[in-house]
């Protein structure tokens, strides 16, 4: 007698015939986008890149492309890029040349070429400066993927004119006052005087926001001090809020932002403390992402000596400058002997190079020795300036 099969059996049947037909929608579309992927020109590019498939002058072709597209955005003229093309020997690599003005910086083409690249799946694997007389600079940069070189692109920035002989410009002074949170009365008092400077305000201080508006009401700059981590943390700390190197890149970009936009507009931001932070190229490239989106130039305080500030933000386009001088042990001496012999200096240094930014820390001895510095006649021929006119901007062309 046939052995007949149970309901169960029958009812699992079409269960077990619609994961087969769903397991089968899946690899089919699966491999549709792993198709529509292999034939984009990101795909493409990574495909020869580290698959060595695929036709080098095709790839070369896409890469091009996106050079042109990171000139493009870096708003280098047409008719100040050539391409050398002709000729080009069978697995040559084309060369771009791209020649600036003399006042323009090499930064933010280095930055857009660097970012329409990746985009494309290739990456700049090498870059060289080469610096010449009266300002002269080179930059070269080879894309593609590590020994493989796709394409070359050389930035140019020709010499300054030379000088005229006419008169020099008046030297000009930025001064940036820190430290006023440490005596509110004495705050006000120094924030009330009619003289030209900016004032740097921590920016996760319980008294940010009287010390802002106090500074604003008066017509002085903002300078936002962020806390970032410096060595020995926490025995050594800046404060609540501080950004920790342990921090995620989205997290500290993050909290970079809130305070910019908790503190409004200011002209620049700058560390406090930060030992630690600044030695560490992934901390300070999550930094710089949320300086660069936010417009504001880097003012760097006492970098040590494994610091990555200032050549990351060479790489990465952004805006950096350091003080000339911090005035901050000679405030705290019992007379104010060493803080002119340092005021000096910084004068000599605005004379020889047309301006200096000079950091001075407020205190009781600071605060009555101002009005003899600030006056006129105590200038040296110099004149107090805005920090605006004086700190490297990021480029707006």
Request: aromatic fraction near 6%; proline fraction near 7%; charged fraction near 20%.
């Amino acid at each position: 007698m046939p052995k007949r099969r149970s309901s169960s059996s029958k009812r699992g049947a079409p269960w077990k015939l619609l994961g087969t037909l769903v397991s089968f929608a899946a690899a089919v579309f699966l491999v549709g986008e792993a198709c529509a992927f292999l034939g984009s020109d990101f795909g493409r590019v990574l495909t020869w890149c580290y698959l060595h498939l695929g036709d080098r002058a095709e790839i070369v072709r896409i890469v091009g492309k996106r050079v042109h597209e990171g000139l493009a955005a870096a708003r280098i003229p047409h008719g100040a890029v050539q391409e050398d093309v002709v000729a080009l020997p069978a697995g040559g690599t084309p060369r771009w040349h791209a020649i600036l003005r003399a006042d323009e910086s090499p930064l933010r083409a280095n930055f857009e070429i660097t970012r329409a690249v990746e985009r494309g799946g290739a990456e700049v694997t090498s870059g060289r400066e080469r610096s010449g007389a009266g300002g002269a600079l080179e930059v070269t940069l080879e894309i593609g993927a590590p020994g493989r070189t796709l394409q070359e692109v050389v930035v140019t920035r020709p010499a300054r004119p030379a000088r005229s002989e006419a008169p020099a410009a008046t030297p000009e002074v930025a001064v940036v006052l820190f430290g006023l949170g440490e005596d509110p009365a004495l705050a006000r008092r120094v924030l009330a005087r009619p003289e030209t400077f900016a004032v740097a305000v921590p920016g996760t201080a319980s008294d940010r926001e009287a010390l802002r508006r106090t500074a604003r009401a008066a017509a002085h700059e903002i300078v936002l001090q962020v806390p970032m981590e410096p060595e020995k943390y926490p025995s050594v700390s800046p404060g609540p809020g501080t950004l920790l190197v342990s921090m995620s890149g989205r997290r500290i970009e993050g909290a970079l932002r809130s305070q910019i936009a908790d503190a409004g507009t200011v002209t620049a931001v700058a560390n406090l403390m930060g030992s630690l932070a600044t030695q560490d190229e992934t901390f300070m490239s999550a930094f710089y992402a949320g300086l660069r989106r936010a417009g504001v130039p880097f003012l760097h305080i006492a970098p040590v000596a494994r610091s990555v500030c200032r050549d990351l933000a060479a790489r990465t386009g952004t805006a950096y400058d350091e003080p000339d001088l911090v005035l901050d042990a000679e405030t705290r001496m019992k007379t104010p002997a060493a803080l002119q012999r340092a005021w000096r200096t910084a004068l000599d240094h605005a004379a020889r190079h047309g301006h200096a930014i000079v950091m001075l820390r407020v205190t009781a001895l600071s605060a009555g020795w101002l009005p003899d510095a600030f006056a006129p006649g105590a200038l040296g021929g110099a004149r107090l300036t805005p920090l605006s006119s004086i700190i490297r901007r990021p480029d707006s062309r």
